[in-house]
Structures are given as C-alpha cells and as structure tokens.
C-alpha cells in the first residue's frame, strides 16, 4: 500500500513539474560548432539541433520559437543547441543545401529523426514532433478501424489503452497527448490518430474536437468482449489528461460507513465532487448494482460512493437517498431525493459545469479553439496532409537557382509558404496542373518556399501567398490573379501561349479568328475572342488596344487588324472604325464596339465587361467578379437547374434597361456550398435583393406578391411592367414593402476579418469610378526599386526584412488594380 501511494506521488510530482507555466526567464539557445558539437553528445541522451550556416540570414521566427522550447525539452532531459556551419570544418548535415531547413534529433551520435522547419511551426510543433519521435514504441499511430481493434484485442486482460484523436501532427493537444505520453506511456498503451472517420467509427457525436479516451481493456477476459470506453470531456490539456488518468486510476465505487463530509478520496484532491448512494442491509445488493451503474456513468466527472445507513454515527435524513458533496473545501453537503438514477446523473453534470466555468473566470485560461478557421481549407490540408505529392514535377528554386533558371527559360513561379494552409492546398492544384501540361508545354513549372527563402521572395515583390508568376524573356513579369485552382491557372497559362493581340493580316485569317477555326484549340478557355479593327494611320488607337491587350494576357484572346482592306470587316460587322469586334463563340454571333477616344482603361473594362454573363449562376468562383461591378445583387434563388422561362424574363428587362441599376444573377442552392437562411414565407426561386453592405439592412421578402398564380404584375416605380414569369420572382427591388428588416447585427460577419462588404466599400470610396480585371501587369522591379520602396513605406511600417503573409481582401484588388493603371498612365 505504501508503494503504491509513493508510486502515485511519484507520478504526480513529475507530472505537476511537467505543467508548469515558464514565466521565468527561458534558457538561451547554445550555439556551438558542429566539432564541439558531436563531442557534448552523451550515449543514450537525446540531443535537438538546428544546423545552419553562420553568415547566412538568421530564421529568426523559427529561432524564437526554438528558444522557447528550450527549457520544456530539458525537463524531459533533452538537449538543444543552435550549431552553426563554417567553412573551416565539414559535417555531412552542413553539406547540402537543402538541409540547412532542417532540425535533427539525436539519441547518442545516432541520428533518430530529421525534421523540416516548416513543420515546427511553433514551441508547441516543436515539442510534440521531438517527443512522438523519442516515445515511438510508447504511443502507436494509427489510421483505420480494424488498426485500433487490433490493438484492443492484444491488450484484453492485459492493460488498458488512452486513445487520442487530433486534428493535427503539432497542434497543443498533440504536445499535451505527448507529455501524457512521456509520464504513463509504461503503463498505458497510448495510441494516437488524426483520422477524423476513425473517430466517427467509434461513435463519437461531436468530432469537431480532439478527444481522449481511457479504454478499460484489464479487465477484460472474453476476447468477443469490447472493452468499455471513457471519454474525456474536458478540453484536451495536460492537467486535464492527468486528472482524468488519475480518475481512471481511483476504484470505481467504495464503501464508506462515516460521515461523508470527512471522507477524503482522490476525487476531491483533483478537484471533482462526491456522490454518496445511502444504503440499508435489506437493499444492499440492489444499491451496489444501482451505485456501480452510476460511477461507470459518472466515470471522470465525480466520485461515487455507497454509504452504509445502517452503520453511521451521524443521522442521515430518512427520506434522503443520495448526499452529494462539492469539491470546495468547507461546502456543506446536500441531501437529496432522487428517485431515477438519470436525476442523479444531470445534478452531477449540472454542478460540474457551473464548477468548470468558474474555475475558467478565476484561472482565465483559454484553451486553443481549433475549429475557428479562414474557411475549410485547413481541414482540406489536414485531411491529406499524408498524401505524397510527385513534387519532382516541379522545380524546387532556391535564391542561387532562381536568376538562373527564369533567365533561361520561360517559367511559372509559384511562391508559397510551406506552413500556411492556403498554400498547401493550391500547392496540389499546381501538381495536377503540372501533370495536366506534362510532355505538352514548352513552359517550365517552379516553386519557391518563401519560407526557406524569404529574401529572394522579397526581391520578387511577394507581400501575400501563394502567388503565381509567369517569367518570359526579355518581358516584365505577370501575376496570376485568377481562382486558385487547376483549370483557371491552366486557363492563364494556354492562353499566354499566343501574342496578346495576335497580328491579323488578312481578311481571310481575320475570319477564320473570328469563327474560332484560328485557335480552336484554345476557344474551350475563351468563350469571347476580341478583335481590333483600325485604319493604317490610327497609330495612337492602336498602340492603346496593345497595351490593353498586354493588360489582358492570360485572361482572354485578342487579335488586331490594321490592313487597307479593313472596311471589308467593317462594313460587314457594321463597325465604325476605330472599333472592337467581340466574338462569342458560344452564340455564335459577332457584336461591334466603337470606342473612339477611348484610352487603354477604357478598353480593359469593355473587354471585361464582355466576359461576363448577362444572368449569370453565382459561384464561389465567379462571384468576386460580379461584386466588382459596384451594383446590387438581384438574386433569384433555384433549388435546382434554371428555367428557362424565367431566364427569358430576365434578359428581356435587361435588353429594356429595367436592371441597369442592378445585377441580375440567379444561385442554385443545391450547388451552393454557402448554407443560405431564407424566410419562411420564401418559396425557391424566388428573387431578392442583396445590398451592398452600406445600405445596413436586407428586405427579408416583398409583400404584394402571389403565391398561387402563374401570372403575375408588379409596379416598378411609378410604371407598371407585366410579364410572363415566377410570381416570386417578380419583385419590386427597393421600391416594395418588405415582410421585415434584418437588422445588420443579425447579417453581420462572424468576426471583424470576415466583414469583406465593408472592406469593398472602403475600397470603393477611394477609387469610386475604377474597376479593374483579373489580370495584372507587374512593374519592372530593376527599374522602379526605388519607387516602389517609397510607396511601401507609405502604406505599411512593418520592416521589410520580416515576410509577412497578408490577408487577402476586396481592398488588396483596389490597390493592385490602382498600382497598374498608374503604371499604364507613366508609360502613355
């Protein structure tokens, strides 16, 4: 018995020891030579170190973060050190280039592991990663169901297992999983998954969270028998793990037979309440069962115990059944009547949490949330986060290849960071894509870590990621500002194939561009060919169309023909020169545009007007584009395909200039991934306006509308249109009575980062009258260095040698768009 609570204090010591808070000063990182190095290494000893080269700029980030978990790693008797590499002494770990981003662990002069630093992100990653490498044999990972029923039956009759779900390799409750690790992992089997459908299969409601489970397999002899299972409900934190563990470790129900406010268990010293279940001799077995049914209920959450009436001192009120004692010290004791085992269950729960929640006020702890994120991206990355990429498609640049490799040869360049979610999700994209163009482009696809290198992504005027840029010779480069997937950024490339305008020299070969025959390999990623038709002598109309349509490479085909015979085209297509001849192959149907003085902004956004569908599906893709235009979204909402009744409707009030105003566009809600709210009283495909942020408030619906016929009329302003469409889709938009007004607080963004409708309009009131397009021309950065400093200097004071990841944003296109056209106008 005595070793047995020694054991126990044991383990508490070195676990209390292993949680507590560094606020004192953290020990330095040693910084040695690799000699001096390999000589401190001890047999047995673990020992963390971080090669680099000594004149080589300093990570500084993963170097804070480093020191940090300086002192936690020396509690559990593993060294660190910094080792820089100089010239004078060779090691293998400071030979190759590639290795210098890496971290490597020791036991002895054994190397055990080597990590990228990408993936110690933080102290957290840090120590997580070293200790799941150093308990290896301790904590098994796993990934399927049958692995973990395995492991189950192995251990029936012989111990019980902790299991764990994270999210994530390196999050805090994997480090927290870990140092459980570090304490019991001899006497527990721990066993570890990120598989959120390995949770699922266990029945487990809510997988949003990590979860801990104790799986009680000791004492469990029939091998068909499944071992009962505890959750942990607790956020998963080491003191937690170790209160529960401790719990685990407490008998499941005792017999007490004295006054229950001086009895004293391992419940109340971790914090938790008592449960007393009042017995007599003549109900004693069925208490017993009715007291072990609870305490297998209650499990890591109170203490139960059975309370023999019969044998006490102390008087126990007749009718009370249950005493229930909290776990603060000098708290009376409640008598209760609880007649169903359930009442006992919810007061328990019930008082545990109140406890739980003062206890989070007094300590003012908060526990990481894991489920606040950008969008589903992260869980997209964790999810295949063990899938192999064929990465030797692509060509890893570093800051001595890059000048090299884009000089000889025209390349896309993808800057990325190897710790950001977004950036690992659209690194696969570029991986399909470079499967896509394998054998069949003459382009050269690379990738650069920024945060290997972030110097040379400096140099490369990189302030957000991922970024994509085409590098050809004797060009400026361009920066892809499409969607972040494989068919748009194929899109961008196939299109950059061709000069942009291509030179049409005859009528002939101007028709054969027009009908779609000239490029026809490339009309599936242009639907709309554009060309420019101009008399010989426009010299300055034609130098605009150009530079428009440089503006414009990668979005969209444009031609130019300047030959004598140009009226040939132009009294055909009924075009007054100079002019624009939109193609839409689609259609089937060429239109003309005259833009006589217009400049080169002005033909960009003709052009990118063009683009767009006159009713149009919302997507997530196409949406940023359509709230480019600065008008009021006239939604109709489908549950299915569109009717094309209702498109007819519409494309007749836009062809009479009723939604001049507006922007006409419909959304299927069975493709939509957004969870829209409609009211009650809305049927689908009904229309409704959505406003721009400014405005305050949404009508919910309009009233005045029928509901069961076909036919409709409604009053728009003071004229009154009839036509032949949904009566929910007839809406008076603006002028109508709305059912009700959805105050902003109850539209609103979740969180102030998310409110993208005021960041357009703040955007808006600096450049009211600029819309630009996708595509965006970058300066030359040998030639504007100096300026581009001084303007940065301007909007941020953030140092530049620190890269910093931007949120990428509506006023983030303003200022994009507004460096551009300021660009174009110095050149013209």
Request: charged share 20%; net charge negative.
């Amino acid at each position: 018995m005595m070793s047995s609570s020694f054991n126990i204090y044991r383990v508490g010591i070195s676990f209390v020891m292993m949680c507590i808070f560094y606020k004192s000063a953290v020990d330095s990182l040693s910084e040695l030579s690799p000699q001096k190095y390999f000589s401190t290494l001890q047999p047995g000893k673990a020992s963390l170190a971080y090669f680099c080269q000594a004149d080589s700029p300093r990570t500084s980030i993963f170097l804070e973060e480093l020191n940090e978990a300086v002192k936690p790693l020396q509690d559990f008797g593993i060294s660190v050190a910094k080792v820089n590499c100089v010239k004078e002494e060779t090691s293998r770990y400071c030979g190759k280039e590639k290795d210098l981003m890496k971290v490597y662990l020791f036991r002895g002069n054994i190397l055990l592991r080597e990590f990228p630093t990408d993936t110690l992100f933080d102290v957290n990653a840090i120590i997580a990663h070293v200790l799941f490498a150093l308990l290896f044999n301790e904590v098994k990972y796993i990934t399927t169901l049958e692995d973990l029923q395995n492991i189950e039956n192995s251990l029936k009759g012989k111990a019980n297992i902790a299991f764990s779900y994270v999210r994530a390799i390196g999050t805090p409750e994997h480090r927290a999983v870990m140092e459980a690790a570090f304490v019991y992992g001899t006497t527990y089997q721990f066993v570890l998954t990120t598989e959120i459908a390995l949770l699922e299969s266990i029945g487990t409601e809510a997988i949003e969270n990590a979860h801990f489970y104790f799986f009680h397999c000791k004492q469990v002899l029939d091998l068909t028998q499944q071992c009962r299972r505890t959750l942990m409900e607790q956020p998963l934190a080491t003191l937690n793990i170790h209160r529960f563990i401790k719990t685990m470790e407490a008998p499941l129900l005792t017999e007490v037979a004295e006054d229950p406010q001086q009895v004293s268990t391992v419940h109340l010293q971790l914090g938790l309440p008592l449960v007393f279940i009042v017995s007599q001799q003549a109900t004693h077995e069925a208490d017993r069962r009715t007291a072990e049914w609870v305490a297998w209920r209650l499990l890591g959450k109170a203490g139960v115990l059975l309370l023999l009436r019969d044998s006490l001192e102390v008087d126990i009120p007749q009718h009370a059944n249950v005493v229930f004692r909290r776990a603060e010290e000098g708290a009376p004791v409640e008598f209760l009547v609880l007649h169903d085992t359930e009442l006992i269950i919810s007061h328990v729960e019930g008082n545990t949490h109140i406890e739980e929640m003062q206890e989070d006020e007094d300590e003012d702890v908060q526990s990481p949330d894991m489920d606040i994120q950008d969008d589903e991206v992260a869980e997209t990355v964790y999810r295949h986060r063990k899938t192999q990429l064929p990465l030797e498609l692509t060509v890893e640049l570093t800051e001595e290849t890059f000048n090299a490799t884009v000089v000889a040869s025209d390349s896309i360049v993808l800057f990325y960071a190897g710790w950001q979610a977004v950036s690992m999700a659209f690194l696969q994209s570029y991986i399909d894509l470079a499967i896509k163009l394998k054998g069949t482009s003459t382009m050269l696809l690379t990738r650069v870590n920024c945060a290997d290198w972030s110097d040379l992504c400096t140099k490369q005027n990189v302030t957000e990621f991922p970024v994509v840029k085409m590098y050809k010779e004797g060009k400026h480069p361009v920066s892809y500002a499409g969607m972040l997937g494989t068919e748009d950024l194929l899109k961008f490339i196939l299109l950059n194939r061709i000069s942009c305008p291509v030179n049409i020299t005859s009528v002939q070969e101007a028709e054969e561009y027009l009908s779609g025959e000239l490029y026809k390999d490339l009309i599936p990623y242009s639907s709309v060919s554009v060309l420019g038709l101009f008399s010989p002598n426009m010299t300055t109309a034609k130098e605009d169309f150009t530079k428009a349509g440089n503006y414009l490479r990668g979005c969209v085909i444009t031609g130019i023909y300047s030959e004598e015979d140009v009226l040939i085209l132009s009294n055909k297509y009924g075009a007054t020169l100079p002019a624009l001849l939109l193609a839409r192959h689609k259609e089937g149907k060429v239109e003309s545009v005259p833009f006589a003085n217009s400049h080169v902004q002005d033909i960009v956004q003709i052009v990118t007007n063009a683009l767009l569908e006159t009713f149009p599906e919302i997507t997530v893709e196409n949406l940023p584009v359509y709230l480019r235009l600065q008008k009021p979204l006239l939604i109709l909402f489908s549950d299915g395909s569109i009717n094309p009744q209702y498109t007819k409707a519409i494309l007749t009030l836009v062809k009479e200039k009723h939604l001049d105003s507006l922007t006409p566009c419909w959304l299927n809600l069975k493709h939509s991934p957004v969870q829209w709210t409609c009211p009650s009283n809305m049927p689908l495909a009904g229309a409704y306006p959505k406003w721009c942020h400014k405005h305050g408030s949404v009508p919910a619906a309009v009233t005045g509308t029928s509901t069961t016929s076909k036919w409709s009329s409604w009053s728009w302003k003071e004229k009154k249109i009839t036509t032949n469409t949904s009566p929910n889709a007839a809406l008076a938009v603006g002028w109508g009575k709305p059912v009700a007004i959805l105050p902003a607080q109850e539209w609103k963004p979740p969180l102030p980062a998310y409110d993208f409708l005021s960041m357009m309009d703040a955007a808006a009131s600096q450049h009211p009258t600029r819309k630009e397009p996708e595509c965006t021309k970058e300066t030359n950065m040998q030639k504007n260095d100096k300026k581009q400093h001084e303007e940065k200097s301007t909007i941020r004071k953030e140092p530049v040698e620190t890269l910093r990841i931007k949120h990428w944003n509506r006023s983030n296109w303003f200022k994009e768009g507004d460096k551009s056209f300021r660009h174009d106008n110095k050149e013209l």
